[in-house]
């Protein structure tokens, strides 16, 4: 297999990715009718900032704490510790036969200190304090993944951290990162799929060929180089960043911002606001990322206009350069539409730091005036794909006209309203549609964002609430009444009803300006080796 440069690398994530990597290669703005609930307009002129003072919507806001200690009792009650939980069968299940590492505690711990959820938050970090461990050997069930042990345990720590300031979740997480650090022990540099944290050993995929996908191998960054700059230690930030770095081998695959390639672009994002800007080498990447799929993904329906973002099949010999367009969408492309207006407003601004809320045309560059729009439209399509009898999304959708449906330019495969269902039709409690409509209100002031989420808040109410506690997936968003699958996901918690908290709260509660996913900003002060 041939070598290829960082370049290279680049020019094919779409022209920026292809979903696989192997291990061991050779060494429009709002619309104005809408009010808004923005106040302090700027008279300081065009190159100041104007105030931002969003107020909180009370009784919203109030309603999804509610609901966050309606899914942590339960859980807190039949399954305190345990990785995951099964509302249904009232049990908690770990990722191994050696016990849990806190999946769904470290992961919920950041959302209780926004919500200011105290008791709740007492005994989650005394069960931390006395009860977390990761001396858990994955062998006689199933390794632990370094993707999402990192962004769910590691990164929950760290954002316990910063919230409270208690050094307790520090010492965890350096311990946790020293366990996995084994895995980012390959030739290439890019890290094993799994690891085995008692023994500290990386795992190859044993099901995949030993191929990594590009979201496991690229969500790992903003982690990792937290942990850095809080301890000084370099060796955290360089193993991260070496996955950018170094030279990879790709396999044929789907190319798609969806399932096992999304977070890559959201954290090329992240990673250039996390350290205030000051690393131009991932700007450029995401710039020509988002050209990339602007050129080959951006679609819009042929009747309704809806915009959604297409994948790229691989076809024949040729298929580095020749690809068929498919015509679907999971549910996690959603993070996009907030992720393109965020980065409208930071990376597309034309000074930076001076943007307006909501955002003028004349304040941002030309790419960031196209990114601004395409994030808007993006955004009114995945909500097209809440129109359904739940009120939410499904998983998967194709945007095409529908049979059973002719008023929508989409339908679910394998599936039709009243039954039977496919694997696409179900609803996951996923957070990526909300975490959009949330940056999207701060970034505007308009109120029909909140009233989207509200919409949604309802929906996961009526239809994810079970009358014995906590909220399970839904089979089929597009049949009433409702049949359930027996798992409230740990991000329903950590980032579902945070995002959807958010938006109801003040403007103050976790900045746009100050945070990044949510990690602070920093300046760094360790020396990246990856430049431009």
């Not at 050997?137 to 919230?163: P, W």
């Amino acid at each position: 297999m041939r070598r290829r440069t960082i370049q290279y690398l680049v020019l094919l994530f779409i022209a920026a990715v292809a979903t696989h990597l192997y291990f061991f290669s050779p060494s429009p703005q709002p619309d104005p009718s809408h009010s808004s609930e923005w106040m302090g307009e700027s008279d300081e002129g065009q190159d100041s900032i104007p105030k931002r003072r969003l107020t909180a919507d009370v009784p919203k806001r109030d309603a999804v704490v509610a609901a966050f200690q309606y899914a942590w009792s339960a859980y807190e009650r039949d399954a305190m510790g345990s990785d995951e939980y099964h509302p249904i069968r009232h049990q908690g299940s770990n990722m191994s036969h050696s016990g849990g590492i806190g999946y769904t505690v470290v992961d919920a711990i950041d959302t209780m200190l926004l919500m200011g959820l105290h008791e709740e938050y007492s005994r989650a970090s005394e069960w931390v304090r006395t009860s977390l461990r990761f001396d858990r050997d994955g062998r006689t069930q199933t390794n632990f993944m370094l993707y999402q042990t990192t962004i769910r345990v590691l990164g929950g720590l760290l954002s316990a951290l910063h919230l409270s300031s208690d050094e307790m979740y520090l010492r965890h997480a350096v311990d946790l990162a020293d366990r996995m650090l084994p895995a980012f022990d390959t030739p290439s540099g890019l890290p094993l799929s799994s690891v085995n944290l008692e023994t500290r050993v990386g795992i190859p995929d044993q099901w995949n060929q030993a191929y990594i996908s590009t979201a496991e191998a690229t969500t790992l960054q903003l982690e990792f180089r937290d942990l850095a700059q809080l301890t000084k230690n370099a060796t955290y930030w360089y193993k991260a960043e070496k996955v950018i770095v170094n030279d990879g081998s790709f396999a044929q695959s789907e190319i798609r911002l969806g399932s096992r390639g999304d977070s890559y672009y959201e954290y090329l994002l992240k990673q250039y606001l996390q350290t205030d800007r000051t690393e131009p080498v991932y700007l450029k990447m995401y710039e020509d990322s988002m050209q990339g799929v602007h050129d080959y993904l951006v679609q819009k329906t042929p009747t309704r206009k809806h915009t959604y973002i297409a994948e790229l099949i691989p076809k024949g010999a040729d298929w580095k350069t020749t690809w068929d367009v498919q015509h679907k969408q999971d549910h996690l492309v959603c993070f996009l539409a907030g992720s393109l207006m965020l980065g409208a407003t930071t990376a597309g601004a034309r000074t930076p730091g001076v943007v307006s809320v909501p955002p003028r045309m004349d304040e941002l560059s030309k790419t960031g005036q196209r990114d601004w729009n395409t994030g808007v439209d993006l955004l009114e399509g995945c909500m097209e794909t809440h129109r359904t009898a739940t009120g939410l999304s499904p998983e998967i959708v194709q945007f095409q006209p529908s049979v059973d449906q002719p008023n929508r330019d989409w339908y679910i495969k394998g599936s039709k309203p009243g039954g039977p269902a496919g694997y696409d039709a179900r609803y996951m409690l996923r957070p990526e549609t909300v975490e959009s409509l949330f940056i999207a209100w701060r970034l505007t002031g308009d109120v029909q964002y909140r009233t989207y989420a509200w919409g949604i808040f309802e929906a996961i109410e009526r239809h994810s609430r079970l009358p014995g506690g906590g909220y399970a997936t839904i089979v089929d968003v597009d049949t009433v009444p409702v049949k359930h699958e027996d798992k409230q996901e740990t991000f329903f918690l950590s980032e579902t009803l945070k995002y959807l908290f958010l938006t109801f709260a003040d403007g103050e509660k976790l900045p746009l300006d100050e945070y990044a996913h949510p990690l602070p900003i920093f300046r760094p002060s360790i020396k990246p080796m990856f430049t431009i």
